[in-house]
């Protein structure tokens, strides 16, 4: 008699259930669009989130849902996965600007000055919190790496000088050590950027004179020589257009006026970095 | 007044006194798995605590309508495991149909609670207490409130944790677990406080 109530319940309640989840499912259930999870394939998840959105599903929906989203926002991704979305969604292809990291500080142990020896655990933030680090300089770079250990693509590294260099191979722009640095120090400029500043401070020239030897003074030789205005200085730090410098630009003449050589250049053809002492040549 | 009481004791009870997670050692899957951040434990914690409820009400009418009438109560755990899992099977087609975004916060908190062993714990332990309706229900949020207070504290240490020099054999899991034990011997301190 128990044995045959058991067997009632359990397949009255089993039955129960199933049924109502089984007509739940088929009344209610969502239907997500095919070309979502077709997009979702192409894009290359890194789910580093350049694209504005949470990860390659988000992009992914949004490319699809809505039409003024355009096809071009996975950085990663570069050209050959935005046609591929574009063929998919249908929409027009325009080629996006391909931007990459750049490091705005040149403060290797032998140019900068330190001012303690810090020994904490390895990473920019935990030496931040620590009076902003052990370099003289407030706003350089710690060179503990945490950009390195951020990026998913494996493009950054530090060098043999203890500074971080992006391998412009490998980077794809998505911003993320941009993000994670304590020091804002990261910059995302055109990959094809000819002058780059390399370095962050926003001291008055005297301090950076003290603090480093490769550090922008704000002297404005650089503003005052470019004939085309493409550079400007703004909180004693020189701020370069780089529309206009790469448009306009047949010589630079800034690099070589920098008293401090806090610019970096790579003109005429020259832009290979060299990773040992972190500088254009 | 007296019933107020009551109730009162039994909620503060299962928040407090009889914490599922660190003096009952319930749940102890999603507190290690979900407390590394305080964004998904707080998540977490609102789908335990509405899961809970619901369900400790779904058993708790099983129990009492079904089961005891025909003295099946030794049925109970296998009963109380399709119910739940269905129930919260069922609530994330709902969710997911009416509440898009309340989904794309659970989403996969709902499916990891759905088998978890402190959703089926409270209406055990309510149907082994004979608790009715109300005592039930109060008693499944006060432990949904008491986990969720346990996962907060947990993720909380555990973002401090990040940026603290610790030995190396012990990091991640190793000190999660010390950290885990200094908790509840610190709940163990509230133990007697309100009478069974």
């Known amino acids: 008699m128990i044995a045959i109530s058991i067997v009632i319940i359990l397949v009255v309640v089993g039955a129960f259930f199933g049924l109502l989840l089984a007509f739940a499912n088929s009344k209610l259930a969502v239907k997500t669009d095919p070309l979502v999870h077709a997009v979702d394939d192409v894009l290359p998840k890194g789910q580093c989130g350049a694209c504005g959105f949470a990860g390659c599903m988000g992009y992914a929906e949004a490319v699809v849902k809505d039409p003024d989203v355009p096809v071009n926002l996975c950085l990663p991704g570069k050209d050959a996965v935005s046609q591929k979305i574009a063929r998919l969604t249908g929409k027009i292809n325009a080629p996006a600007k391909r931007l990459i990291a750049h490091v705005k500080c040149a403060g290797t142990a032998e140019h900068a000055l330190r001012i303690f020896e810090y020994r904490g655990v390895r990473k920019c933030v935990s030496a931040n919190l620590l009076q902003g680090g052990n370099m003289a300089c407030k706003f350089g770079c710690l060179g503990l790496g945490s950009c390195v250990s951020e990026c998913v693509f494996d493009a950054l590294s530090i060098g043999r000088n203890g500074m971080p260099v992006v391998n412009p191979e490998k980077c794809t722009g998505c911003g993320k050590c941009k993000n994670v640095c304590p020091k804002n120090v990261i910059e995302m400029v055109p990959v094809t950027a000819a002058i780059r500043v390399a370095c962050n401070s926003q001291d008055k020239g005297a301090t950076v004179r003290r603090n480093c030897k490769v550090g922008c003074i704000g002297c404005k030789l650089c503003e005052k020589s470019c004939p085309h205005s493409g550079i400007r200085v703004e909180n004693n730090i020189a701020i370069i257009n780089h529309a206009v410098c790469l448009e306009k630009c047949t010589e630079a003449v800034c690099i070589a006026k920098c008293p401090t050589k806090s610019l970096q250049g790579a003109v005429l053809g020259l832009d290979k970095v060299d990773v040992v002492s972190n500088r254009w040549i | ?196």
């Open chain 2, 1 to 196: 007044m007296s019933a107020l009481h009551d109730y009162f004791l039994l909620f503060m009870g299962a928040v407090i006194v009889n914490n599922y997670v660190l003096t009952r050692f319930l749940g102890l899957c999603i507190f290690f798995g979900v407390s590394k951040s305080l964004n998904s434990s707080v998540s977490m914690g609102m789908a335990i605590v509405s899961v809970m409820s619901i369900s400790s009400i779904m058993t708790w009418a099983i129990n009492h309508f079904v089961l005891q009438p025909f003295g099946l109560d030794f049925l109970r755990t296998i009963v109380f495991v399709i119910v739940i899992a269905s129930f919260v099977q069922l609530l994330e087609i709902v969710v997911k149909r009416f509440l898009p975004n309340l989904y794309k916060i659970w989403g996969i908190y709902l499916l990891l609670v759905a088998t978890n062993c402190i959703v089926l714990g409270v209406p055990l332990i309510n149907a082994e207490e004979n608790f009715n309706f109300m005592k039930s229900l109060v008693n499944a949020i006060g432990s949904g409130v008491g986990f969720s207070l346990a996962l907060i504290l947990m993720a909380s240490v555990r973002e401090k944790m990040e940026y603290a020099n610790i030995p190396k054999p012990l990091r991640g899991l190793g000190g999660t677990f010390i950290v885990a034990g200094m908790l509840a011997l610190a709940f163990q301190g509230f133990s007697g406080m309100i009478p069974k």
